[in-house]
């Protein structure tokens, strides 16, 4: 009965444009659920989310995920990639197309799962922020402050992000599936989607100039490659980008109708 319940159940995914969301559209529409999308654009200035995400959870993150069980109840309000990702496939995967069967490799997908936003997407983060810091470092200040912050990348966060895509490439040749965890996609794989895919291999040029990386990154990490080409070209990452594309559309179409009159 509970699971018949759960069926019921309706979905508000708040997708912010260069977030972390579109990973959770692909989970909602790979458990083919009762989902719908509510478009939300950043601050030109200020690169944060506008002010109706802080209604909706009080940090004003995305992706953020109301789940309406039909009971008249205020929703379930989820924050956090990891979690939301862990939760969706614990309670609503009911034919296990995500779940892996054997208990270790569980134990395995909930590890990446969490490794992916707690280990990964730090590096990627600080990299970023080091390698942007001249731009936005007062007049005067901007070489001293490229200085230092390349030393940081290259004395640190470049070294261990060299040493978390070796471990990935390694973890696929362990695997020899073709995913990280087992032989089908599994929640590690939908995590990973956007550290990995979307951050590095769908964005050649700029990984390449926030870590100075001269290597062919194809050529150098060939299973991670071929791991990125199979999520951009499975036919439900490429439907929900789509839809995403035409979503953020008419939404930035409507908005600046509004602001005419």
């Known amino acids: 009965m509970a699971s018949i319940q759960r069926k019921r159940d309706r979905f508000v995914l708040h997708w912010l444009d260069q977030s972390r969301s579109h990973r959770i559209v692909f989970l909602l529409e790979l458990l083919d659920l009762d989902y719908e999308v509510k478009v939300h654009l950043r601050h030109p200035a200020t690169w944060r989310g506008p002010k109706e995400l802080f209604k909706v959870h009080p940090l004003g993150k995305s992706p953020i995920l109301e789940i309406f069980h039909g009971d008249g109840l205020a929703p379930l309000v989820l924050a956090e990639s990891g979690f939301i990702v862990q939760y969706l496939i614990r309670t609503y995967d009911y034919s296990e197309l995500l779940t892996p069967t054997h208990p270790r490799e569980k134990i395995q997908a909930d590890y990446f799962m969490h490794y992916a936003e707690g280990t990964l997407q730090p590096l990627m983060i600080s990299l970023l922020i080091n390698s942007a810091a001249k731009d936005v470092a007062p007049r005067g200040l901007k070489s001293l402050t490229k200085i230092i912050t390349k030393g940081l990348n290259n004395a640190y966060y470049y070294h261990e992000w060299l040493l978390n895509m070796d ?17 089908k996609l599994t929640g590690a794989d939908i995590m990973l989607t956007f550290p990995v895919y979307e951050n590095i291999f769908d964005n050649e040029v700029g990984i390449k100039e926030i870590t100075g990386m001269k290597e062919d990154l194809f050529k150098k990490y060939p299973r991670l490659a071929a791991w990125s080409m199979m999520i951009r070209e499975h036919p439900v990452y490429n439907r929900v980008t789509e839809i995403m594309d035409e979503q953020l559309q008419e939404y930035i179409t409507l908005h600046a109708k509004k602001k005419k009159k």
């Not at 471990?167 to 995913?179: M, P, R, T, V």
Request: hydrophobic share 30%; aromatic share 18%.
């Open 167 to 183: 471990y990935l490439e390694n973890q696929l040749a362990k695997e020899s599936s073709g995913y990280f965890v087992g032989n």
